[in-house]
C-alpha cells in the first residue's frame, strides 16, 4: 500500500475566500493520477472519514484529468481571522491527507 | 531571454502582491522587451477581517513604497499605464487613501508628475441596505441570507469591482490607476478587454498572472510574470530566465484559492475552462486556447463587509503534565464554568467569549483533527474577547490564574499547571473583526461602478 504522500507532488489546501477552505493534490504525471483514481481509495467518503466532516460540509470532490489533480473544498465552522478561528490562511489543514491511503 | 513584443499582441506584466518584494531586473528586462500594461495586485481577504474592519493596510508602507516606486518608474520609462487594486489590502476609501500617500511621495522622490485616476468601490452602507430591500442581494458562500443589521453593524464594506469599472478611467488615458477592492483579474484584463481582445481568454489569462510568479516553476513566489494576449491564444512567460512554465504550472493554476477550477465565476459572468488547451511551445512558454466566456443574467459584484466583534487579550503558557493533558477538556469546561461564577454581578457572561487553542492536541485543526493521541506537552493559548478592551484583560487575568491553579484528577503538583513564558502573561491584543458581509449584490451599470476620481 502508498499512502498520498508517497504518490503526489502537490498536497496543500488554502482559502478560497473567508468561508470555504479549498484542498487540491497534484500528481506528476497522469499515469500516477489514474493509478490513484482506479484503486477508489482516495473518495468523497474517505476525505468526509479523516476530516470528521459530513458530506453536506464537503464541496466539490472531484478528479481533474486536465491538471492530473484531485480537489475538493470544506465549509468552515467560523471565518477566517474571525473569532474562534485558528487558521486564518486555511493553509495548514492539508496534513491529514498526506498518510490517506492512496495506492492499494 | 524575452521574446521581444509583436504587433498585434497585449504584453501585461504583473505584480502579485504589492509590497511583498519582487525581483526588480525581472521589471527592466520586460520594459526593455515592450509592453503594454504593468498590473499590481495590492488585495486579498486572506489575511483575515482586520485590515477592512480596521482601515489599516497589511503590507508595512517601507515596502509598498519600495514595489510602487519601482513599478512607477518602468511605467514613465515604458511609457504605459500602471494599474494597482485592491489598494491597501482590503480596497476600502482608507486604504486607498493611504497608498495615494505613499504615491505622492513616491513621485515626488522620482520628481515626475503622472495622471493619477482613483476608482473607490467602498459603498455607503444606505447603497447595500437599498440592494437589499429590492431583493438584489444574493447569498454566497456563507449560506446565510444578509440582514439589515448585518449591514448597520459592518464598519466598512466593499465592491470587488469587475473590468468595466476600470473603463472610464481607462478612456482617459491615465499613467496610473488606483484601485479599491478589485476583483484580482480586472487588474490585468480591463485594458485589453477595453481594446478589443476576446473575453474569455483575456480573463483566464488575468486569472493565471494575477499572483505573479506563482504560475511558473520553481514555486517560490517574489517575481513577476508576463502574460501574452493575442487574438486567439495568449501565452504566459516568466521574465526571469531561471524561471519556466509548464503546462502544469499553468493549469494548476486555476486550482489556487477557488472551488471550481474549470468554472470561474466572477462580476458578470463565468470563465469556462472545460475546452482549454495547454501548450508548451518552448521550455519556457505555455500557450493556452480555447477559454470561453458566458456572461451571467444579471451582473453581480462580490461584497466584503467586516465587524468589530471586540477587543482581545490573551495568554500563552504550555503543560507538561500527562494527567493535566489527560483531563484539558474537563479543565477547560471547569475553568469556563468557575470565571464565569467568579465574576457574577461584576461581568455578564454574555460581555466576552473564551476560546482555547490547544497545540499539540488539536490547536491548528479543530474538529478536523483525526490524529486523537495528544503530545507530551500542549501548548495552550487562551484567547479572550471582550467587548471592553477592560473585559478582556480583566477575564483573561482570571483565566490565567485560574488555569495555573485549578483541579483535575490525579494532580500531584499542586503548585501549578502551566509554564508561562512572559511576566506579565497576558497580551491586549487591541480590536477583533469578523467578516459578516460576503454576498453578491446586482448592479445595473458596471462601468460607473466605481467612484472615478483624479488625484490633484
Known amino acids: 500500500m502508498k499512502v498520498l504522500s508517497e504518490v503526489a507532488e502537490v498536497i496543500r489546501s488554502k482559502n478560497a475566500g473567508p468561508f470555504v477552505v479549498t484542498f487540491d493534490i497534484f500528481f506528476k504525471d497522469r499515469a500516477d493520477f489514474e493509478a490513484v483514481q482506479a484503486a477508489g481509495l482516495l473518495t468523497r467518503q474517505a476525505v468526509c472519514e479523516r476530516y470528521n466532516v459530513g458530506d453536506n460540509e464537503l464541496l466539490g470532490f472531484e478528479y481533474y484529468p486536465f491538471a492530473n489533480a484531485v480537489k475538493f473544498s470544506i465549509q468552515r465552522s467560523v471565518s477566517a481571522g474571525g473569532p474562534r478561528d485558528a487558521d486564518a490562511y486555511g493553509a495548514q489543514q492539508h496534513a491529514p491527507l498526506l498518510d490517506m491511503p492512496a495506492l492499494r | 531571454m524575452i521574446e521581444r513584443k509583436q504587433d498585434g499582441e497585449f504584453v501585461v ?11 526588480e531586473q525581472s521589471l527592466w528586462d520586460a520594459v526593455e522587451a515592450g509592453i503594454d500594461l504593468i498590473a499590481a495586485d495590492a488585495g486579498s481577504s486572506d489575511p483575515g477581517p482586520y485590515y477592512l474592519g480596521s482601515g489599516m493596510p497589511f503590507v508595512s508602507e517601507a515596502m509598498t513604497k519600495r514595489d510602487l516606486k519601482l513599478l512607477v518608474k518602468a511605467g514613465y520609462d515604458a511609457g504605459v499605464p500602471l494599474i494597482v487594486g485592491s489598494a491597501g489590502g482590503a480596497g476600502g476609501d482608507a486604504q486607498v487613501d493611504g497608498l495615494l500617500r505613499i504615491l505622492k511621495d513616491v513621485m515626488a522622490e522620482l520628481d515626475i508628475t503622472r495622471k493619477v485616476a482613483v476608482v473607490r468601490t467602498e459603498l455607503d452602507r444606505a447603497v447595500v441596505q437599498d440592494a437589499l430591500a429590492n431583493q438584489r442581494i444574493q447569498t454566497f458562500e456563507t449560506n446565510a441570507p444578509l440582514s439589515p443589521d448585518d449591514i448597520d453593524s459592518a ?3 466593499v465592491a470587488q469591482m469587475g473590468c468595466e469599472a476600470y473603463w472610464p478611467a481607462l478612456r482617459e488615458k491615465p499613467d496610473i490607476i488606483i484601485g479599491g477592492r478589485a476583483w484580482d483579474v480586472a487588474n490585468i484584463a480591463a485594458l485589453p478587454l477595453l481594446r478589443g481582445y476576446d473575453r474569455g481568454l483575456t480573463l483566464h489569462m488575468g486569472k493565471i498572472v494575477e499572483c505573479g510568479s506563482l504560475a511558473s516553476r520553481p514555486t517560490a513566489g517574489g517575481d513577476l510574470i508576463i502574460g501574452r494576449m493575442r487574438d486567439d491564444h495568449f501565452i504566459v512567460e516568466p521574465p526571469n530566465p531561471d524561471r519556466f512554465c509548464t503546462v502544469q504550472s499553468v493549469a494548476a493554476h486555476t486550482f489556487y484559492e477557488k472551488t471550481d477550477p474549470l468554472m470561474l465565476a466572477g462580476p458578470g459572468g463565468t470563465v469556462d475552462l472545460r475546452r482549454t488547451e495547454f501548450e508548451q511551445i518552448d521550455p519556457r512558454r ?3 486556447t480555447g477559454s470561453a466566456f458566458h456572461a451571467a443574467e444579471r451582473y453581480t459584484v462580490k461584497l466584503e ?5 471586540g477587543y482581545r487579550a490573551i ?9 493535566f493533558i489527560a483531563h484539558i477538556d474537563q479543565i477547560q469546561a471547569d475553568l469556563t464554568a468557575k470565571i464565569k461564577e467568579t465574576q457574577k454581578g461584576i461581568v455578564d457572561p454574555n460581555a466576552y467569549s473564551i476560546t482555547f ?39 483573561c487575568g482570571l483565566a490565567r490564574s485560574s488555569v495555573l491553579h485549578v483541579g483535575f484528577p490525579g494532580r500531584v503538583a499542586t503548585a501549578g499547571n502551566i509554564a508561562f513564558p512572559f511576566s506579565p502573561a497576558e497580551i491586549s491584543a487591541g480590536p477583533v473583526y469578523e467578516f459578516n458581509i460576503y454576498h453578491l449584490m446586482e448592479i445595473d451599470d458596471p462601468e460607473h461602478f466605481g467612484r472615478l476620481e483624479w488625484m490633484q
Open chain 2, 13 to 23: 506584466i504583473s505584480n502579485g502582491m504589492l509590497g511583498y518584494g519582487f525581483r
Open chain 2, 155 to 157: 464598519s466598512h464594506i
Open chain 2, 286 to 288: 505555455v500557450k493556452v
Open chain 2, 305 to 309: 463587509g467586516a465587524r468589530l466583534a
Open chain 2, 315 to 323: 495568554t500563552i503558557g504550555g503543560a507538561r503534565d500527562p494527567n
Open chain 2, 357 to 395: 487553542h490547544r497545540y499539540g492536541i488539536d490547536g491548528v485543526m479543530g474538529k478536523w483533527e483525526p490524529v486523537k493521541t495528544p503530545a507530551h506537552e500542549v501548548g495552550l493559548l487562551i484567547d479572550v474577547i471582550g467587548e471592553t478592551p477592560e473585559i478582556a484583560a480583566s477575564v
